[in-house]
């Protein structure tokens, strides 16, 4: 799970399921990216990738030349610590301001502004890539291994 991939220009949020839910210490072919153990590619929110450009970076909405905080939230099918994991979600808070996250701005994309398996369904065709983050078995697979 990258939690925080970062610049001052941009920023990643990355589950990666793996097939596998406890540590685990790869060999050979399971090691291999996106055909092992694990989605190498994951399936990632970057607001800047995902067509807003004016979201993250200095003097925009999310300044990075000013102190912020990062709030990720990780929500189950049921609302309760004991569902399956369903969604990630993303916000900001600036200047005593909740900033929530940007939403997709690119064709085949819902304008949606959190992680869920529909999200990373539609974003894997987007793009043209392979959902291995399906294959891997999705949020309820991540979740097992958070658990």
Not at 10 to 16: D, Q, R, V
Not at 45 to 54: E, I, P, Q, W, Y
Not at 99 to 122: E, H, L, R
Request: aromatic letters at 8%; charged letters at 20%; glycine letters at 10%.
């Amino acid at each position: 799970m990258d939690i925080w991939e970062a610049n001052n220009d941009a920023a990643a949020l990355t589950p990666h399921p793996c097939t596998t839910t406890e540590q685990t210490r790869c060999t050979g072919s399971d090691c291999a990216r996106n055909t092992g153990l694990c989605d190498g590619d994951g399936c990632d929110f970057n607001s800047f990738r995902l067509g807003d450009k004016t979201f993250l970076g200095k003097g925009l909405t999310v300044d990075t030349s000013k102190p912020f905080t990062v709030v990720t939230q990780f929500l189950t099918n049921d609302n309760t610590t004991s569902g399956s994991l369903s969604e990630i979600r993303r916000i900001y808070v600036q200047g005593g301001k909740v900033i929530q996250n940007s939403a997709v701005n690119i064709p085949g994309v819902d304008a949606v502004n959190s992680i869920t398996d529909k999200f990373c369904a539609q974003q894997k065709t987007a793009f043209g890539d392979t959902n291995y983050f399906a294959q891997k078995g999705g949020l309820k697979q991540l979740g097992s291994a958070f658990e």
